[in-house]
């Protein structure tokens, strides 16, 4: 039997089966976005302005309470950066893979499903994305930017704080890796997990800790504050929390998140030209 071409540009051969070739160019132009180094600087944009966003909101509730008192509940504080986190992954989630977090990104590598080279750039530009944030609001509200950062409760140690850290971002981490590993990868639906657990763990972790989670989140404000004299609990604890979340995830569902893993981590622009459909 001939082959034939039908109306959609797919190939019937002698077996009858369809060959889609927006499909396959559509899978291989993924793959090479991952490695695509001129791609690299919309993937670091991508994280600063994303982290960027995300230090607005949580650091800019601690700062807005205190030009504003009585105006920004804790609850609210708390859960405003998970529905912000949840915005960013719809938005630009599919450009970087929408980390915002030194810990996510070393959580990707030590999984092997983001490359080690590509880390150190993703926490320059999350760190000055930070700043800038911390900056602005600073800027702008008016009061320092240490309101708007992560410090032991009064009354608790750092080492308290430290495994608070620790184990909140263990779920955090968990999460991402979970909801970015094969067959679980539900697209949108792993962006209300990750921002549905950062709001519940503001809920009940924050009094002792702040529930940073996120090395980068705490440096903008330390930053521009001048105080890291408790800096190294929101390095370490997430750093550690990280870490562990990668152990379990092994044990769970074995190495790496596979293609979907690679995929959700790395981000897949497909901004490359498309090669001319047969006519």
Do not use: C
């Not at 396959?24 to 791609?39: E, G, N």
């Not at 989630?93 to 092997?112: D, I, K, T, Y």
């Not at 996120?214 to 609990?233: I, Q």
């Not at 901004?271 to 006519?279: F, G, I, S, V």
């Amino acid at each position: 039997m001939a082959e034939t071409t039908d109306t959609r540009g797919a190939h019937r051969g002698p077996s009858g089966r369809h060959l889609l070739e927006s499909e396959v160019d559509q899978l291989v132009q993924t793959i090479q976005d991952f490695a695509d180094p001129s791609q690299e600087w919309r993937r670091l944009f991508s994280e600063l302005l994303g982290t960027f966003f995300l230090v607005l909101v949580a650091a800019g509730g601690g700062m807005m309470g205190q030009a504003f008192p009585d105006t920004i509940s804790r609850s609210a504080a708390v859960v405003a950066p998970g529905l912000m986190v949840l915005a960013i992954i719809l938005f630009m989630g599919r450009v970087s893979g929408a980390h915002l977090n030194p810990a996510v990104s070393v959580a990707f590598a030590l999984r092997g499903d983001f490359p080690w080279r590509r880390v150190p750039a993703y926490v320059v530009v999350q760190l000055a994305g930070a700043a800038l944030a911390a900056w602005f609001l600073q800027a702008v509200i008016g009061v320092s930017a240490t309101f708007g950062s992560n410090y032991p409760a009064a009354g608790y140690s750092a080492w308290a704080a430290f495994w608070m850290e620790v184990v909140l971002t263990l779920g955090l981490v968990s999460v991402i890796l979970g909801t970015a590993s094969g067959a679980q990868n539900l697209g949108i639906v792993g962006a209300f997990g990750v921002g549905a657990y950062i709001a519940l763990a503001g809920l009940w972790g924050s009094p002792i800790s702040g529930t940073s989670m996120n090395p980068a989140r705490t440096f903008g404000p330390d930053l521009l504050g001048r105080d890291f004299s408790e800096y190294w609990v929101y390095v370490a604890g997430p750093l550690v929390g990280a870490a562990l979340a990668v152990g379990f995830a092994f044990v769970l569902r074995g190495a790496g998140g596979g293609r979907a893993g690679s995929g959700a981590a790395q981000g897949a622009l497909f901004t490359a030209p498309q090669r001319p459909e047969k006519a």
